[in-house]
């Protein structure tokens, strides 16, 4: 987690090099990157003994609702100087009969805060869940990120999915 | 690690909720908060010098989808009672916030939901944050039937999309 703040607050300010330039401009840049086994990729792969239409309805609305979120965040400007970044997460979705894209893109910004690497207006990519229907009672859930930290993303779509818990993530932490 | 970030990280920021003028209202209670809170660090809390709490801000929205922030509430880990207009939107937003004195780092959290209460119904909040993830359920109850059903999280561009229209 505090890689994830570190890497993203530090390329923001574009004082690092070799941050920016492998983070993902679009859901498939991001799937690309897992699939090569690209550095802070991980991938969590399960299936749930439900319909398709039921996950991918629970999880784009869990998805929608927890991550659509803003919150702010301290940084270090350097010697005695502070001020604060805004992360902005902006969830999206796509549905068919075929598969769901669930996908969630990160900004920051704040004073003087350029993100370096050119990132799409609504942020790099950093999360993307596919949703597939397996056969009519089995659908695979296929979470993956671009992004270190987060862990509890994962955690909670897993959790939606399964119908163990319904809480949102808290993106801050 | 989370030390490391909070040592690395710095600085207050402006605007904090505890900067936020509180909400009054003198009508009726109808919502009605339980809160449970669990500090998702050992830095954010009291006994290291910092704090984690939760806060409603409450934003009135007009029927052009106009806003005006009326005040915040902050909550505990107990039950309390407000009351907001009836039959007119309200926009709240529940902020987690973390603070580490220490190392004056700070990291917050929203969820936020469109509300419009309708005359003579209690509106049953429950926020719960624990194990770094939070839930906000919002039941409205009808008091002489006891009836009870959940609300949906409104975003507030369902006001927009609305008024657009």
Not at chain 1, 65 to 92: M, Q, V, W
Not at chain 1, 144 to 160: E, N, S
Request: charged share 20%.
């Amino acid at each position: 987690m505090v890689l994830t703040r570190l890497c993203a607050l530090l390329s923001a300010i574009a004082v690092v090099s070799g941050c920016a330039s492998l983070q993902s401009k679009t859901a498939d840049d991001l799937r690309t990157h897992v699939k090569s086994g690209g550095s802070f990729t991980s991938k969590d792969i399960f299936e749930v003994k439900k319909p398709y239409r039921q996950v991918s309805d629970t999880l784009k609305k869990k998805w929608l609702e927890c991550l659509d979120s803003t919150g702010r965040s301290a940084i270090h400007r350097g010697g005695n100087t502070f001020g604060s970044a805004t992360n902005t997460y902006t969830p999206k979705a796509a549905t068919n009969d075929q598969r769901t894209e669930l996908t969630l893109q990160h900004k920051v910004s704040g004073k003087g805060i350029t993100q370096v690497g050119g990132p799409p207006p609504e942020g790099f990519f950093i999360i993307v869940t596919d949703v597939y229907p397996v056969d009519r009672g089995t659908s695979r859930v296929e979470v993956q990120k671009h992004t270190p930290g987060y862990d509890a993303v994962m955690k909670a779509v897993r959790g939606w999915a399964e119908g163990s818990s319904m809480a949102c993530p808290d993106l801050s932490q | 690690m989370r030390a490391l970030r909070l040592l690395l990280s710095a600085g207050l920021v402006a605007g904090c909720a505890g900067g936020s003028p509180p909400y009054k209202s003198d009508l009726p209670s109808n919502l009605n908060i339980r809160t449970k809170l669990s500090s998702p660090s050992v830095l954010l809390t009291s006994g290291l010098g910092g704090s984690f709490e939760a806060q409603m801000h409450v934003t009135s929205v007009d029927r052009n989808c106009q806003k005006s922030y009326r005040g915040a509430v902050r909550l505990d880990s107990a039950t309390l009672a407000v009351g907001l207009p009836a039959d007119q939107a309200a926009f709240l937003e529940f902020e987690f916030s973390g603070r580490s004195a220490p190392a004056r780092g700070e990291a917050t959290s929203t969820y936020s939901t469109l509300l419009t209460p309708r005359s003579g119904y209690q509106y049953d909040v429950d926020v719960v944050y624990v194990d770094k993830a939070y839930s906000v359920t919002v039941q409205e109850r009808n008091p002489r039937t006891g009836a009870r059903r959940e609300v949906e999280r409104r975003p507030f561009r369902a006001c927009a999309a609305k008024a657009a229209t």
